[in-house]
């Protein structure tokens, strides 16, 4: 062993534990002799700001820590109810300046009171000043969408009377709720997942921006249900696929999305002449979405792409809560198709027509599931992504839950009404606005039905009246009953 050095191994005794004999040779057990023995902890001293002294917290900042607490998993709760399970905003006031983390950027200004004047700016940032400002030098009939409805919003609002505080508020119209409300799901899909060139470049494109802001909407929904969203390599010629494959958080359930919007005459760019009675004809879109036959349970979001009137035939609950009769027969015809088995999981039919009322004020939107009758998926992370696309259009008017309270309501809108009066003259039937005759004819014998509404129906909605306002007014006329002063906005 010469030339090596030797090591000297101590046999370290073991811990003892606390029903071993305790090595004082007492005889008695550990717990019982020297652990005992053990010098008492000293209680932690705590100091505060007003230099008290305490050895121990006092029972009112144990209440007042636990009311901290819980004030701040409420405020948590009450966001994530109304905007989703995203990422919460970060956004800080430094030297005057307001500043938003958007990801991995940060956004400031000092001209952002609200949050919607962030995503005013936010736009174009991301989508570019030079192309915006391209786009803006354009005749109003050829320019985007988007731009015209930025202009078409910043126009509304300046119309507006100035607060005491100098800002203005107002119930939107509709191309300004078109505008914040692709704005606030560009920012959740840029916030939460990240936006790629590709798909920045088909929103700016006229002819593929209507898929691309549908397919926005879709994925913002995906994270506003507590999905992760995994986009397919769309380079891949190979075979056919969906948007792109989510994972819900909570049940790990895999689904695939594909997202689908009617094209419509005159419609978001579309060239021609706009219909006067849409057809539905969404059944290509959903074949399409079923042939591309993903690896998993397949949603579909389908925009309907309708006027509020007509979406409120198709896609409002019926008597009995049933769905109307021409989704209905789609729906039948689709499954027909198949060997008589629903070839989806579930259909999510969604409409937003802020672009039919883009100087009015921005009409109801509609919202309708579709389950099959045997979904493959489970029913936890099907009810997230329906919920969560019923929270479209709810957007912060805050920067932050924790900065005190929200901004006053917004002041309503107050529309002018405008009197008709309906006379009934054997089966004719005059209208008089404001005391002057309409150039349109009515009957009484145009009989109005719930799936065939009468010409006169039409006219009552088109001047703002509602369905069912529109249908007991019928009823009268087809009875040969004048009615005089019948209110409208339009």
């Known amino acids: 062993m010469s030339g090596k050095r030797r090591i000297k191994i101590r046999n370290r005794p073991s811990k003892l534990g606390r029903n071993d004999p305790c090595r004082c040779g007492s005889g008695l057990k550990y717990k019982k002799c020297c652990l005992s023995k053990a010098k008492p902890r000293e209680q932690r001293i705590m100091a505060s700001k007003d230099g008290k002294v305490w050895k121990e917290a006092p029972p009112e900042l144990h209440e007042k820590a636990i009311r901290v607490f819980e ?56 989508l570019g000043l030079e192309w915006c400002k391209t786009e803006a030098a354009r005749p109003e009939a050829e320019r985007h969408p988007l731009i015209n409805w930025r202009a078409q919003g910043a126009a509304y609002m300046n119309a507006q009377p100035t607060q005491p505080d100098g800002s203005r508020v107002a119930l939107p119209c509709g191309a300004l709720a078109a505008y914040t409300c692709l704005a606030y799901d560009l920012y959740v899909v840029d916030d939460n997942g ?47 696929h969906a948007e792109f ?37 969404l059944t290509p879109l959903i074949n399409d979405a079923v042939a591309k036959k993903p690896s998993h349970p397949l949603v579909i979001f389908v925009d309907t792409n309708l006027p509020f009137k007509w979406a409120e035939r198709v896609l409002a609950r019926q008597a009995g809560n049933t769905i109307s009769r021409p989704l209905q027969i789609m729906l039948d015809r689709i499954k027909k198709q198949h060997n008589d088995v629903d070839p989806y999981c579930m259909i999510i039919f969604s409409n937003h027509p802020h672009h039919y009322a883009v100087r009015d004020l921005d009409p109801q939107q509609h919202l309708l599931s579709v389950l099959s009758q045997q979904p493959s998926a489970h029913m936890l992370s099907l009810r997230s992504l329906f919920m969560a696309a019923g929270l479209y259009g709810n957007i912060p008017m805050g920067f932050s839950m924790e900065e005190g ?48 509404p009468s010409a006169l129906h039409e006219f009552l909605e088109d001047i703002g009246l509602s369905r069912v306002d529109a249908h007991m007014i019928c009823k009268a006329i087809e009875e040969g009953k004048s009615i005089s002063g019948v209110y409208a906005t339009k």
């Open 71 to 126: 004030e701040k998993q409420r405020k948590e709760e009450e966001r994530v109810a109304r905007f989703g399970q995203i990422r919460p905003q970060i956004s800080a006031v430094h030297q005057g300046q307001r500043m938003v983390t958007v990801r991995n950027r940060i956004y400031y200004s000092d001209k952002w009171k609200f949050f919607p004047d962030f995503l005013r700016d936010y736009v174009p940032q991301v």
């Open 245 to 281: 494959t989510v994972r819900h958080a909570t049940t790990g359930q895999l689904l695939s999305v594909e997202a689908k919007s009617r094209h419509r005459a005159g419609v978001l760019a579309m060239p021609g002449t706009p219909e006067d009675k849409p057809q539905l004809r």
């Open 405 to 452: 309270d929200p901004p006053p309501p917004a002041v309503p809108v107050v529309s002018p009404k405008v009197r008709y009066d309906l006379q009934v003259t054997e089966t004719d039937v005059n209208v008089l606005r404001e005391g002057k005759a309409v150039p349109k004819k009515f009957s009484t014998t145009d009989k109005d039905r719930p799936q065939a």
């Open 194 to 240: 990240g936006l790629d060139d590709e798909f920045l470049q088909r929103l700016k494109n006229r002819e593929l921006f209507q898929g691309a802001r549908h397919e926005l909407f879709a994925e913002a929904t995906c994270y506003r249900a507590g999905f992760t969203v995994q986009h397919e390599n769309e380079k891949d010629g190979n075979t056919r």
